[in-house]
């Protein structure tokens, strides 16, 4: 399995600390050697690093951890190898381009009979059932809605529809972005926090690194970051049900629906 | 205008030495201060490295510099910007996806009356002709050949058709990849050079750097190097003629084609 590492602000927001604990697992105190990968969105373009190699001792990792790439949607990824071997067509995020914007996608879970076939234009690159994913959940909405974008709401609906469908054949946490909200889709582990005025210190779980985000924010800053498991061992992290799709703008929850079908109510 | 550089080679092949006097050119020996790019194919896979600030003074221009990427397929570009804004959805290379494979362009030149609707799949994304014209070119490959890729001779002759086409719009001087094959076309503007053995010294125009190419290679190496102008100032390069398109793989030209008529002949 994977990690997932995603950040959703209203003002663009450096994701250095976050990312310092989270690279700390790809090769350090865990497992997931089999590359990495993070997305910034800069407006409608993408800056997107992806390594085979492990993230804990990856040059291009070290870069991005001391550059403070400045972005209001960010996505990351840790790769421990399922489906697909280890090779940059196999590492996540995946970019493709929908609409005129560009959608970035990013998977932890194993879809393990997901064979569809692809007659439209998105056809996967590399072996992953993850990109597979994304391919057909972009062919999906491009089918649903045609040329132009719909609402938001509608377009959160499509969404969640395919997230349903998805994942019913296996584990199927993802974040999703297009540059403007982040979409987060928990299957069976997905955490989140959301950080506003009072500010405070934090340290990270994974590795010996304190920040005092009262000294880097202003009192209007929203962000939130999204994570396999949490990433501080001193704030309070709420976990997202299984079954459930969020929408995150502007550093806050804008939308939520059930993935999954309630269990039946017990009556005695 | 802008200044693009490709490499193609028969085994994968560093680009530290040729990038190191290209990104001089972007704000310390010339004024290409628009942003800049590199794009590594590693077999199906793509790193695509953009930003939007200068490459000379640009700390990912620097780890591309000393980090030896191996690939057999490298586009880069510098820019000075001519349509759309300066900001990393307007900065070259782009990369899209057609028939499972990543498909990486970037354009030195402007068209200045190309305005084309687009109704299919591939839309751009920044305000660019540059990236007009490679959506353009995408689209044209699809409703052509399909859903499965042609051959190369037939997918050469498509692709020498859209340079005719766009090339009489205005300067269309571009570098193209799919991972297998790099193709170059001069609108005005382009030079090339291909490195094999018996391998020599060659020094930098625009930095004071030389290089040994016998110590870092085998003699079985062939390296091609496709340059807006030569990069080197103590070898033989050769001019691309304006209005052709050229395929370059395994580090040689395999196939060319004019792409303006020829002029008339002079007769007495």
């Known amino acids: 399995m994977c990690q997932l590492l995603g950040m959703n ?3 663009p927001t450096d994701i250095c600390f976050s990312f310092t604990g989270f690279t700390a697992r790809g090769g350090l105190t865990d497992i997931h050697q089999d590359g990495w990968g993070i997305a910034f969105f800069e407006g409608k373009g993408v800056r997107l690093f992806l390594d085979p190699e492990p993230s804990a001792a990856s040059p291009v ?3 991005v951890k001391q550059y403070p790439i400045r972005s209001r949607n960010v996505i990351a990824h840790i790769r421990k190898a399922t489906q697909g071997p280890v090779g940059l067509e ?3 995020p995946f970019r ?3 609409w005129g914007r560009y959608w970035i996608f990013a998977h932890n879970g194993n879809l393990l009979n997901f064979s569809p076939v692809f ?3 998105y056809r996967p690159v590399g072996e992953t059932d993850s990109e597979k994913a994304f391919c057909y959940l972009l062919e999906h909405l491009r089918l649903r809605h045609g040329d132009t974008p719909p609402d938001q709401a509608a377009l959160f609906a499509t969404i969640a529809e395919v997230a349903r469908e998805l994942g019913s054949q296996g ?3 993802f974040l999703l972005s297009d540059g403007q909200a982040l979409y987060a889709h928990c299957s069976t582990r997905l955490t989140h926090i959301i950080r506003r005025a009072p500010f405070a210190k934090a340290h990270l779980t ?3 690194v304190t920040v005092d985000f009262s000294e880097v924010t ?3 800053d929203r962000v939130a970051v999204i994570a396999t498991t949490p990433l501080t061992d001193d704030e309070v992290w709420s976990s997202l049900p299984p079954g459930s799709l969020w929408l995150f703008a502007d550093g806050e929850v804008v939308r939520q629906a059930a993935t999954v079908a309630a269990p039946p109510k017990k009556t005695a």
Do not use: K, W
Request: aromatic content about 4%.
């Open 9 to 11: 602000c209203n003002v």
């Open 61 to 63: 990792a070290a870069l």
């Open 90 to 92: 196999n590492t996540h």
């Open 96 to 98: 493709r381009e929908l």
């Open 119 to 121: 007659t439209g234009p």
């Open 171 to 173: 584990e199927f946490n």
């Open 206 to 208: 994974d590795q010996d």
């Open 218 to 220: 202003t009192p209007d």
